[in-house]
C-alpha cells in the first residue's frame, strides 16, 4: 500500500510541475551548484515533468491555440535540455572506491622490495 501512496504522490507532483512550466523555466536558468546538489530521483521527476510539458506546449501549437508562446516552449526545452545534461554527467561519472589499506608486498624478504 505504501508503494502506491508513493506513486499517487510522484504522479500529482510529475502533474503539477508540468502544469506550472515557469518553474521548469527557472531551474533551467538557475546555478550549476543548485542543479549539482538536487537529488538524482528529483532530477528524474524534473525530467519527466519538462517533456510533459513540452508534449503540452506542442499541442497547443498544433491546434494554434491563443495561449502557445515561442519562448516558452523554447525555454522549456533548454531546461530539459539542462536537465538531462545533469543527469548524464552524473552518470558518467564513476563510483568512488574506497581505498584499501596499506599492507606490505607479499615479495618483500626482510625489508627488500623487488624492483
Do not use: C
Amino acid at each position: 500500500m505504501q508503494s502506491s501512496q508513493q506513486s499517487t504522490h510522484r504522479l500529482r507532483r510529475l502533474f503539477a510541475i508540468a502544469r506550472r512550466p515557469s518553474s521548469l523555466i527557472a531551474i533551467g536558468h538557475s546555478a550549476r551548484d543548485q542543479l549539482e546538489s538536487m537529488p538524482l530521483d528529483e532530477l528524474r521527476l524534473l525530467r519527466e515533468a519538462a517533456e510533459l510539458a513540452l508534449k503540452q506546449e506542442r499541442a497547443r501549437s498544433a491546434m494554434r491555440h491563443w495561449s502557445y508562446d515561442v519562448n516558452r516552449h523554447i525555454a522549456i526545452k533548454a531546461a530539459r535540455d539542462r536537465i538531462a545534461a545533469e543527469i548524464g554527467t552524473r552518470a558518467a561519472r564513476p563510483a568512488v572506491k574506497a581505498k584499501k589499506p596499506r599492507t606490505s608486498p607479499r615479495l618483500a624478504i626482510g625489508g627488500l622490495r623487488p624492483n
